[in-house]
Antibody, heavy 123, light 107 residues
Framework: EVQLVESGGGLVKPGGSLRLSCAAS????????MNWVRQAPGKGLEWVSS????????YYADSVKGRFTISRDNAKNSLYLQMNSLRAEDTAVYYC????????????????WGQGTLVTVSS | AIQMTQSPSSLSASVGDRVTITCRAS??????LGWYQQKPGKAPKLLIY???SLQSGVPSRFSGSGSGTDFTLTISSLQPEDFATYYC?????????FGGGTKVEIK
């Protein structure tokens, strides 16, 4: 079974740091790009960051650029999000999602998603 | 960044109704669009990819159409388990952007 399990969320003070992890199983992790998506309480989905299979290509939303760092360890089948200089507006459930690409058609989609981990930034 | 404008933001419908949700991109995105369903307290689930391809295991009452800037998700006959929030997501370029969501509620 293809599965993603996030961990590392919690309560942190403004300006603090947190590192999220996403453990992958049931598929060849090193063959897929991975993403982080977040959802603030009662709000919609917001894409946060993407990393290619070999870490060659990395992208960030403007809202987190310079503060968050995405990384992966293919040997450990794990994805990470290092979050620094956290703000109240970073409070959200953070999901990791596998990106599936359709070969020659250059279209992609997110499937599956993990269950999410809650990050709360508050003093 | 490409803006994805989703409408309506919410709707009330009855079991058996035909429901249509639209997503408009601020620029052409070919068919690089997916639709996701999210139920309260759960992770989003893929329904449609490449604008019109049904994900394996998703009921055939769900369908997607469109290309370029205008896209539609249709539920042909709404079922009790379909009451949820639906999002579109463009995968044409970075940053990836979601529509604002459409909450489908019971009338």
């Amino acid at each position: 079974e293809v599965q993603l399990v996030e961990s590392g969320g919690g309560l942190v003070k403004p300006g603090g740091s947190l590192r999220l992890s996403c453990a992958a199983s049931g598929f060849t992790f090193s063959s897929y790009s991975m993403n982080w998506v977040r959802q603030a309480p009662g709000k919609g989905l917001e894409w946060v960051s993407s990393i290619s299979s070999s870490s060659s290509y990395i992208y960030y939303a403007d809202s987190v650029k310079g503060r968050f760092t995405i990384s992966r360890d293919n040997a450990k089948n794990s994805l990470y999000l290092q979050m620094n200089s956290l703000r109240a507006e970073d409070t959200a459930v953070y999901y990791c999602a596998r990106e599936v690409v359709a070969g020659t058609e250059d279209v992609s989609w997110f499937d599956p998603w993990g269950q999410g981990t809650l990050v709360t930034v508050s003093s | 960044a490409i803006q994805m404008t989703q409408s309506p933001s919410s709707l009330s419908a009855s079991v058996g109704d035909r429901v249509t949700i639209t997503c408009r991109a601020s620029q052409g995105i070919r068919n690089d669009l997916g639709w996701y369903q999210q139920k309260p307290g759960k992770a989003p689930k893929l329904l449609i990819y490449a604008a019109s391809s049904l994900q394996s295991g998703v009921p055939s009452r769900f369908s997607g159409s469109g290309s370029g800037t205008d896209f539609t998700l249709t539920i042909s006959s709404l079922q009790p388990e379909d009451f949820a929030t639906y999002y579109c997501l463009q995968d044409y370029n970075y940053p990836r952007t979601f529509g604002g969501g459409t909450k489908v509620e019971i009338k």
